[in-house]
């Protein structure tokens, strides 16, 4: 079991709390502080003296690629564990979350078994939003056996068989974002499949306070699909939209979502300058966003939302959506990789 940390003094005992209450227990916990300065890696010596499963290492690289390779090498020199789990300082497993994860390898092609991730959140606005937009990989039981966009494994909350680990390599430190979904598509690459099981559940604790948290957040990992692109697509040209894509080789790598927010509202609004009615259609997109995120909201039993929260729900996501292609879009440019 390998956690990274880094200034998680306020996450990091509920997450250990929940590693220690397992129905199925991790054998050794690696805890991997990553430069803390708040007192994590004080409080994770003390604690340790106390828990015999617990080894605190510290990695002077930063990131959480550095961080969970740290545990790795740590896990592989120690003993020959057949699975090597992985979760973050900042999430909390429910009880079952590491037996359902061993479950999900009854099959010896699944090299990779990732979970869902729930957000645990304040009760604001944004909280509520994030509780109907969070990104949660194993919402719905599924296996992958092939190499597509789409397919990725969530570090906060996944097991990997250690021979499959062997085989590729890794989590790759030059990525600051997406290095788990870099993983988990050398691992479909290699031939291993890759299950996704919704009862495999962790709580992933969220700060972000406020629209501009969320923005800030969505420009950072928009920085992680060209790398992807480059990397595992080079050459292949994708056109997603309104439930369709299109993929061709070509000269150039490129991944163009056409039904993305932004691009829809900025293209009515374009329209609008010659053709005023188009304003109309601009306003009846926005109360389609607005119908999806309040049914999703009730089909999820968000509390607390109430119908005025929805148009801001509306723009936010117009504007993440805007700020994480348009992220993508300026990186992709330095390695000639159009994302969008």
């Given at each position: 079991m390998v ?7 306020r ?8 590693l220690?209450r ?20 004080e ?7 106390r828990e ?28 020959a564990?057949?699975f ?15 037996e ?13 078994v990732t ?9 604001t606005w ?8 969070a ?9 992958a056996?092939?190499?597509?966009l789409?397919?990725?494994i ?11 680990l062997?085989?590729?390599?890794p989590?790759?430190e ?8 870099d ?21 992933h ?8 948290d969320?923005?800030r957040?969505a ?12 990397r595992?697509f ?13 993929r061709?080789h070509?000269?150039?790598t490129a ?14 609004c ?7 009615w ?6 009846l ?10 049914s ?30 348009g ?14």
């Amino acid at each position: 079991m390998v956690v990274p940390v880094r200034n998680g003094r306020r996450t990091v005992p509920q997450c250990l709390e929940g590693l220690l209450r397992q129905s199925l227990r991790p054998q050794v916990i690696y805890v991997v502080d990553n430069g803390s300065t708040d007192g994590t890696h004080e409080w994770l010596q003390e604690f340790a003296v106390r828990e015999p499963s617990l080894r605190v290492l510290r990695e002077a690289r930063r990131g959480p690629a550095a961080a969970r390779n740290a545990g790795i090498r740590a896990a592989m020199a120690e003993g020959a564990p057949e699975f090597i789990a992985f979760t973050d300082a900042d999430c909390v497993a429910e009880p079952s979350w590491l037996e359902r994860l061993r479950e999900g390898f009854e099959d010896d092609r699944v090299g990779a078994v990732t979970g869902r991730i729930r957000p645990r959140v304040e009760d604001t606005w944004v909280g509520r939003y994030l509780q109907i937009t969070a990104f949660d990989p194993g919402r719905q039981d599924r296996m992958a056996s092939s190499v597509d966009l789409a397919e990725v494994i969530a570090g906060g909350n996944a097991c990997v068989r250690t021979c499959a680990l062997e085989e590729v390599g890794p989590f790759d430190e030059s990525f600051l974002v997406a290095q788990d979904w870099d993983l988990g598509l050398r691992l479909l690459k290699a031939g291993w499949w890759i299950r996704y099981a919704s009862g495999a559940v962790v709580d992933h604790i969220h700060w972000e306070r406020t629209a501009g948290d969320l923005l800030r957040l969505a420009a950072k990992y928009g920085c992680g699909r060209p790398r992807i692109l480059a990397r595992h697509f080079s050459g292949q040209i994708s056109v997603w939209g309104f439930g369709r894509r299109v993929r061709v080789h070509g000269p150039v790598t490129a991944s163009v979502l056409l039904s993305s927010p932004e691009k829809v509202v900025g293209a009515l609004c374009a329209v609008a300058l010659s053709r005023p009615w188009a304003l109309g259609l601009a306003v009846l997109y926005a109360a389609y966003l607005g119908v999806r995120i309040w049914s999703a909201g009730r089909r999820r039993a968000v509390r607390g939302l109430r119908l005025w929260e929805v148009p801001a729900m509306v723009a936010l996501q117009v504007a993440e959506a805007a700020v994480g292609n348009g992220q993508a879009f300026r990186v992709g440019l330095r390695g000639r990789v159009l994302g969008l």
